[in-house]
């Protein structure tokens, strides 16, 4: 199984088309109001942070390099070959290359192979469910599930329902979608497209139990008309074996 050639082509393009600098994607926000805050959430329930982290949908790597930072190996996987680009042009810069692949994280032999060379990993993983086609939700979760093994753990944050309504009300104004927003709109990604409900019970299914949840606003570089920035209302998860 694989993703869908409709949704691995529009993240192709949308990442050939996106500008390089930091911050020029809508979710491309600073790691301190991203990944650091997430840390918080997700070190209490490590119970082996020396296990490789992968970062599971980097898209250009601005998570994965502060994530490096911190842990001793970090992988930062996409489905997208031009946003693997993106994040190892930066990384090359950072003086640290090869730290980023391509994965089909549907692709159930792929994540195998991944497993099989870095053992049980921790996983962190930032709004990649909520606008996956409906097929491969489950699917993506089980790819979790096999990453972490026995002795992973994963933290997962998704948009909430409720930030559907905030972005079509973006989308719907009156002089068009946000200049940030557009883009991902017109190349046909989704956002928001989870059950709240939902989320932790794909968890549960690929057989992860779930040791905290809670929920957050989630930074964007995007600004409403008045100037204040985005943030848009999600869920977060940590997810392991032995809950």
Not at 160 to 168: M, N, P
Request: hydrophobic share 45%.
């Amino acid at each position: 199984m694989s993703v869908t050639r409709r949704y691995r082509d529009a993240w192709e393009a949308f990442w050939e088309e996106a500008p390089p600098e930091e911050g020029a994607v809508i979710w491309d926000a600073a790691p301190s109001l991203t990944a650091g805050r997430h840390l918080e959430l997700f070190a209490p329930h490590l119970t082996a942070p020396g296990l490789p982290l992968v970062d599971l949908g980097c898209g250009n790597g601005t998570q994965t390099l502060f994530l490096a930072g911190r842990y001793a190996r970090v992988v930062g996987v996409d489905v997208a070959a031009a946003a693997i680009g993106h994040a190892r042009r930066r990384d090359g810069r950072a003086g640290a290359a090869a730290r980023f692949r391509v994965l089909d994280a549907v692709d159930t032999a792929a994540v195998r192979d991944l497993h099989a060379e870095l053992g049980d990993a921790n996983v962190y993983m930032r709004g990649v469910l909520h606008q996956a086609e409906p097929r491969d939700r489950q699917a993506l979760a089980d790819a979790i599930a096999a990453l972490v093994g026995e002795r992973g753990r994963a933290f997962v944050v998704e948009l909430a329902e409720a930030a559907g309504t905030a972005l079509r009300g973006l989308a719907g104004s009156p002089a068009g979608p946000p200049p940030k927003l557009e883009p991902v709109l017109r190349h046909g990604i989704a956002p928001a497209g989870v059950v709240d409900a939902d989320i932790p019970e794909y968890f549960r299914t690929a057989g992860l139990g779930v040791l905290a949840s809670g929920a957050m606003p989630l930074a964007t570089t995007e600004h409403a008309p008045d100037g204040t920035r985005v943030d848009l209302p999600s869920l977060w998860l940590v997810a392991g074996r032995d809950a």
